[in-house]
């Protein structure tokens, strides 16, 4: 009954209490059933913060967790793209993997100027400061997994930074973009629209044929960058939802 509850351990250190993921995908599920599995949560984890995530399709859910004090959050598209031939690089940035302790840390205060729109990041019961905590904590576990790979977007000429992205490698040629992030683009240059140009270059070194994420419904600039500009289709949708025990 539990199967499709789990404990955030990342998230669980930085909050210092538990944080729970909680999968709703029966079609059949009841107001009895989902308030008993709300309950059982409770008893079991003590937790600081439950997280709902079901599909769209499936809304009288939305009205069930709203009568148990679940509060929205976004709404996400989950999406995916095949990765095209390499072109050539035209740009006056490139980008490079990081790969040392020192762009390690020069990442993680760029990050500081960077705005993200992650279901904790917009949250306006969770603090700014513990939102970039969880992404920062991430990045770090991204560094030392062989298995995910961070890129930063890097000027030629004065080697600044501008932005990143993060993703993890499965066996099947298929990448999930983890996180992504620039400063605000400026008059001549759209750092956002750079890295997917780039990306591109690193994938098929990577022998990558398929890169998925997910990206939020809450901004509309977003939907409509990836989906028309950077060739995303949309595979799913889903809504988030969750409940603040403490904080």
């Not at 308030?35 to 937790?47: F, G, H, L, R, W």
């Not at 967790?65 to 035209?90: A, D, G, M």
């Not at 501008?162 to 993890?168: A, E, Q, T, Y």
Request: charged share 25%; with cysteine.
């Amino acid at each position: 009954m539990m199967k499709n509850v789990r404990v955030d351990q990342s998230t669980s250190k930085i909050f210092k209490g538990n944080v729970i993921d909680w999968i709703i995908n029966n079609k059949a599920v009841s107001f009895e059933k989902i308030s008993s599995i709300d309950n059982e949560i409770k008893i079991k984890y003590n937790p600081r913060i439950v997280t709902a995530f079901f599909t769209s399709s499936e809304l009288q859910i939305f009205n069930y967790l709203i009568n148990l004090q679940y509060e929205f959050i976004q709404c996400r598209l989950s999406v995916e793209k095949e990765i095209t031939p390499n072109y050539y690089n035209l740009y006056p940035f490139e980008l490079v993997r990081v790969s040392e302790a020192n762009q390690l840390k020069e990442l993680l205060e760029l990050c500081n100027n960077i705005i993200f729109d992650d279901r904790f990041s917009i949250d306006p019961k969770i603090s700014n400061k513990l939102a970039l905590q969880r992404i920062k904590f991430f990045l770090e576990q991204s560094f030392a997994n062989k298995n995910e790979f961070i890129f930063l977007l890097v000027d030629k000429v004065n080697k600044s930074f501008h932005g990143f992205r993060s993703f993890s490698v499965n066996t099947n040629h298929t990448a999930k973009m983890l996180l992504s992030g620039t400063v605000k683009s400026d008059a001549l240059f759209d750092y956002g629209k750079i890295i997917n140009y780039l990306e591109t270059t690193e994938f098929n070194d990577l022998d990558i044929r398929k890169v998925k994420t997910v990206i939020s419904i809450n901004n509309y600039d977003e939907i409509n960058r990836y989906i028309s500009e950077f060739s995303y289709k949309v595979v799913n949708a889903n809504i988030v939802l969750r409940k603040i025990y403490s904080l």
